[in-house]
């Protein structure tokens, strides 16, 4: 039992690959967000809501992806149903990506708004899919 567990161990520390939401990467995922008096609202059924920042999901990514992203007096809101709302966000979807993605947002008083069924708003954000 002793020599499993520590072949165990030994795999993952020399792996070298970071799973991230069901993704395999390599390299640097850096968020970098500065969240100052706003609102991230989701009402309704499946509503996806994000602000400031970064997912990567069932994607392939090595290199740099980084997000620094500054929102301030800003609304994000999904209203209804299977709607989703980025604002300020990298999100890497289902993609391979090889080389660096680098989003620099600074978003003041802006409202991003997802109304009704299978909306998608995005504001500021770089989308892969």
């Given at each position: 039992m002793?020599?499993?567990?520590a072949f165990t161990v030994c795999f993952l520390f020399v792996s070298g690959s970071l799973?991230?939401?069901?993704?395999?990467?390599?390299g640097t995922i850096l968020n970098k967000s500065g969240i100052n008096n706003s609102v991230n609202q989701a009402d309704g059924d499946c509503n996806t809501v994000n602000l400031g920042s970064l997912r990567v999901l069932d994607s392939k990514v090595s290199g740099y992806v980084i997000n620094i992203s500054n929102?301030?007096?800003s609304a994000n809101?999904?209203?209804?149903?299977n709607n989703i709302v980025n604002m300020g966000v990298i999100e890497i979807d289902d993609a391979a990506v090889s080389g660096d993605v680098v989003n620099e947002s600074t978003i003041?008083?802006?409202?991003?708004?997802?109304d009704g069924i299978d909306n998608e708003a995005n504001m500021g954000a770089i989308v892969i899919r």
């Open positions: 002793k020599k499993v567990i799973t991230f939401g069901q993704s395999e990467t390599s929102v301030k007096d809101i999904a209203n209804g149903e003041t008083a802006s409202t991003n708004v997802a």
